[in-house]
């Protein structure tokens, strides 16, 4: 499973969605229900999923899907 694989079942999960299908150009404007509150659930459940920790600093810079996925890869080396 490829990490932007990886990434969609966790987006489909905590937005209860199975019809997500995120690409890296998404933002929280192309996701119903992607608020605030969300946005936390979706920033721990991808720490947990992928077993890593982001900076608060370095969750301001995410603008969109992409910024996130990079960030993942460049976490897991």
């Not at 969609?8 to 404007?29: H, Y």
């Not at 890593?52 to 890869?73: M, P, W």
């Amino acid at each position: 499973m490829t990490t932007i694989e990886k990434l969609n079942g966790i987006f489909q999960m905590v937005f209860d969605n199975d019809e997500i299908n995120i690409r890296p150009e998404m933002t929280a404007n192309d996701v119903d229900g992607w608020d605030s509150l969300s946005h936390v659930n979706l920033i721990l459940a991808v720490e947990k999923g992928f077993g890593i920790r982001f900076a608060q600093k370095e969750l301001l810079t995410f603008k969109n899907v992409g910024d996130l996925l990079r960030s993942i890869e460049s976490k897991l080396g």
